[in-house]
């Protein structure tokens, strides 16, 4: 990172970086959990539930891309083995051993919710600190709060009776 580029950055970048590849092990657990879920989905809306599925697995890649190029330019490394996303993480990885639709819904809501809960924290530890990891930070956490709204929405309309 530049000179300048480390002079406008309010915190302490180890810390920051550490949050981050918290936050980029997360987003590939949840590309994983959501791609895969997406190809056994089985049962209600399968067809719906798993084309939704696949569109938040491609969210969640592109929201590792950035917070990986933002690590690089803050001078550090993102995790380099998948072995350390399941050490790193915050939210965990609930493996789809049950398809049914309703139960993947349950399961990415919960990893929705633990990710908007990190991107919180994150936001909060550089907001008014650091601008532009705020900007990327505030993107994403949107992204999340939209997921979360589509998944409860999904699984709300399975729970409504057939007319």
């Known amino acids: 990172m530049g000179t300048k580029g480390k002079e406008i950055v309010g915190v302490n970048i180890k810390e920051l ?53 933002r690590m690089i330019q803050l001078g550090g490394t993102p995790l380099l083995k998948p072995e350390d996303w399941a050490k790193e993480t915050n939210c965990g990885y609930d493996a789809p051993i049950d398809p049914s639709t309703k139960t993947l819904l349950t399961q990415n809501i919960k990893g929705e919710q633990c990710a908007i809960t990190t991107y919180k924290k994150l936001l909060d530890f550089v907001k008014g600190k650091d601008d532009l990891t705020e900007k990327i930070v505030l993107e994403i956490l949107a992204d999340e709060v939209e997921h979360e709204e589509d998944l409860q929405a999904m699984l709300d309309d399975m729970k409504a009776p057939v007319k």
Do not use: F
């Open 17 to 69: 970086l550490s949050l981050m590849n918290k936050a980029y092990a997360d987003e590939w657990l949840a590309y994983y959990q959501y791609w895969v879920g997406a190809k056994v989905a089985a049962g209600r809306m399968r067809g719906i539930i798993a084309k939704e599925l696949e569109q938040h697995a491609e969210e969640e890649h592109k929201h590792a891309g950035m917070l990986v190029e």
